[in-house]
């Protein structure tokens, strides 16, 4: 089975901290991506990456920024948290094969922001 | 822009009822559907995929159907059990767009002893 682990379950930080989210995978996938899920809104998509050192935005990056150094690792970074940026945020991956493949997700952080 | 929308926000069953949680899609050129169940605390879990040339794809006691023709989708749940308690929401990639999906905002569905 596909095992994506996301390094907190639940973080609090204060406004204007510099915060970092961290995302593993163990399935040899090309393809991460991060997301926030807010309640009525859906996931929401932050930025993604097809391999390592490459990354793209995603529909809301504002605020936010990424590293892929590794092809397993996929860390989310908040350059200066802002309360607006406390939510549930969700990590995933999918392989690049043949046809359409299926994105799958850690258990999330939740994140708060003091 | 695209969206996938759902139905009804909330769905209560009785337990050993069949349950029928529904998604609207916007865009012609989609051509993957998947449907998640998330249960509390946890992240999205995949249930069943169906790609754009079936029309009904079969799981255990989950069961996916796809009309093209109205741009819907549904999922199907046999034998509704408490375990089945979550939300539910679909995700669908559009034809070009990469490994990119667009996910709808969920179905809460609660099943009643």
């Known amino acids: 089975d596909v095992k994506v682990t996301q390094s907190s379950r639940y973080l609090v930080k204060r406004t204007g901290e510099k915060v970092f989210l961290e995302c593993v995978q163990d399935m040899d996938h090309e393809n991460m991506f991060w997301y926030r899920q807010d309640p009525g809104l859906g996931l929401r998509l932050i930025y993604f990456?097809?391999?390592?050192?490459?990354?793209e935005k995603g529909d809301i990056p504002e605020g936010y920024s990424v590293s892929r150094e590794k092809k397993e690792r996929f860390s989310l970074i908040l350059e200066s948290a802002s309360t607006n940026q406390t939510s549930m945020y969700l990590c995933?991956?999918?392989?690049?094969?043949?046809?359409?493949?299926?994105?799958?997700f850690g258990d999330g952080t939740r994140l708060s922001i003091l | 822009g695209e969206s996938v929308g759902l139905h009804l926000p909330t769905l209560s069953v009785q337990e050993g009822d069949n349950s029928i949680i529904n998604c609207a899609y916007s865009?012609?050129?989609?051509?993957?559907f998947i449907w998640y169940k998330q249960e509390s605390g946890k992240g999205p879990q995949f249930i069943i995929d169906i790609r754009s040339n079936m029309d009904k794809r079969q799981g255990q006691r989950v069961t996916v159907l796809l009309n093209k023709t109205v741009k819907h989708l549904s999922l199907q749940i046999a034998a509704t059990q408490p375990g089945d308690s979550a939300v539910y929401f679909c995700?669908?990639?559009?034809?070009?767009?990469?490994?990119?999906?667009?996910f709808g905002p969920g179905t809460r569905l609660s099943v009643l002893p």
């Open positions: 865009n012609s050129a989609s051509d993957y």
């Open positions: 990456s097809y391999d390592v050192k490459m990354k």
């Open positions: 995700a669908e990639n559009v034809r070009n767009y990469g490994q990119n999906f667009v």
């Open positions: 995933a991956s999918s392989s690049t094969g043949t046809g359409n493949q299926p994105q799958h």
